[in-house]
């Protein structure tokens, strides 16, 4: 989907809400080949925490407040690391490639170094600080 350069004026507009949506769109292909006894232990785990990761950016983002969020941004993150270590047990139970876990590791890195712009751009802006959007750019591309 093709974003023109504007404000943000919605958490689909952030590109770390658009990087944690392109992890969970990996994980769902990904878990799609899990064996069935993982249907409703591994495969849903990771389905929900890859979820969990969008969805609080989400849900921070429409409580308009810097201090809440932050909090959900944090959550974000914590789901990301819950998807990094669930697909390492995946890749222990091979259910999945080395390549396929090295593919997801470098978009969870990616979304984690987002995260951390945008909650330090929340603090900076929940302070007063100055903030450079050319710097500190989250709005579309």
């Not at 974003?3 to 590109?15: A, C, N, P, Q, T």
């Not at 080949?33 to 983002?61: M, T």
């Not at 697909?87 to 590791?105: F, G, M, P, V």
């Amino acid at each position: 989907m093709e974003y023109k350069k504007r404000e943000v004026g919605s958490f689909e507009d952030l590109e770390v809400w658009r990087q944690a949506r392109k992890i969970h769109r990996i994980i769902s292909e990904m878990t799609k080949k899990f064996p069935k006894i993982e249907q409703y232990r591994l495969e849903d785990q990771l389905i929900r925490s890859s979820r969990s990761i969008a969805r609080n950016i989400a849900e921070g983002y429409g409580r308009y407040h810097y201090q809440e969020n932050i909090h959900f941004c944090r959550i974000s993150r914590g789901s990301l690391s819950e998807v990094l270590n669930d697909s390492i047990t995946a890749l222990d139970e091979n259910y999945i490639t080395q390549d396929e876990l090295d593919k997801l590791r470098r978009e969870i890195e990616i979304n984690n170094r987002l995260l951390n712009g945008y909650i330090n751009y929340l603090r900076k802006a929940k302070t007063g600080d100055q903030v450079k959007e050319e710097r500190v750019n989250y709005g579309p591309r």
